[in-house]
């Protein structure tokens, strides 16, 4: 069964940082866009940052462009990202989502093909 399993959330102070990563079960996922989203109490899920599978293209959401950073390495099958300036906004359910396209980002969760349980990030004031 294909798995995906994120590691390193926590609780942290606004202006802090906190590193997520995620570890793919399946080597064919190195083929893959990998990507986060989040989703905060009440809210829907939304993207954070993705990357293709070679790293040719690599998107941000507005909202964490310039304080987070997303990275993978193929030979672990792993995707990280790094999050600095955290706001109290930032807290949320990380969570680590694979999409079988190779060579473009589509944004939309639905478009992302395999997910992780989440990972709980909160940032206190």
């Known amino acids: 069964q294909v798995q995906l399993v994120e590691s390193g959330g926590g609780l942290v102070q606004a202006g802090g940082s906190l590193r997520l990563s995620c570890a793919a079960s399946?080597?064919?996922?190195?083929?893959?866009?990998m990507g986060w989203f989040r989703q905060a109490p009440g809210k829907e899920r939304e993207f954070v940052a993705a990357?293709?599978?070679?790293?040719?293209?690599?998107e941000y959401a507005d909202s964490v462009k310039g304080r987070f950073t997303i990275s993978r390495d193929n030979a672990k099958n792993t995707v990280d990202l790094q999050m600095n300036s955290l706001k109290p906004e930032d807290t949320a359910v990380y969570y680590c989502?694979?999409?079988?396209?190779?060579?473009?980002?589509?944004?939309?969760?639905?478009?992302?093909?395999?997910w992780g349980q989440g990972t709980q990030v909160t940032v206190s004031s």
């Open positions: 990357m293709t599978w070679n790293g040719d293209i690599t």
């Open positions: 989502a694979v999409s079988r396209s190779r060579f473009y980002i589509n944004r939309a969760p639905g478009s992302f093909d395999y």
């Open positions: 399946e080597r064919s996922f190195r083929t893959y866009t």
